[in-house]
């Protein structure tokens, strides 16, 4: 079992910053992959952005430029900086993690999902 705690999410104006973060916890796997996905009221859970214990990440064209996903692997803590946020990005912001590699963005190939933390972006 491996157990996910988002924290970090919060209400900030459109074109604002804000850093969401997740921390890992029980039995993790040497070789991981940990991502961030987002569901808004009345839509599909989407992918944002992941990244494996290599360094190796992917991103949703949506977020390009805008986020950055990093890991700090001596903690097992997965962050997301978003930057340049749009009421568009509002949405629960979830953390999710797979016991392989492979940086990708398909919510049926993670295992463990935390519980989400929301986002909110005023216009």
């Known amino acids: 079992q491996v157990q996910l705690v988002e924290s970090g999410g919060g209400s900030v104006q459109a074109g604002g910053s804000l850093r969401v973060s997740c921390a890992a916890s029980?039995?993790?796997?040497?070789?991981?992959?940990m991502a961030w996905f987002r569901q808004a009221p009345g839509k599909e859970r989407e992918g944002v952005a992941s990244?494996?214990?290599?360094?190796?990440?992917t991103y949703a064209d949506f977020v390009k430029g805008r986020f950055t996903i990093s890991q700090d692997n001596a903690k097992n803590t997965l962050y997301l900086e978003m930057n340049s946020l749009k009421p568009e990005d509002s949405a629960m912001y979830f953390c999710?993690?797979?016991?392989?590699?492979?940086?990708?963005?398909?919510?049926?190939?993670?295992?463990?999902w935390g519980q989400g933390t929301p986002v909110t972006v005023s216009s």
């Open positions: 029980g039995a993790i796997h040497s070789r991981y992959s």
């Open positions: 999710a993690y797979k016991p392989r590699t492979g940086a990708d963005l398909f919510a049926y190939d993670y295992y463990y």
């Open positions: 990244i494996d214990i290599y360094g190796e990440t």
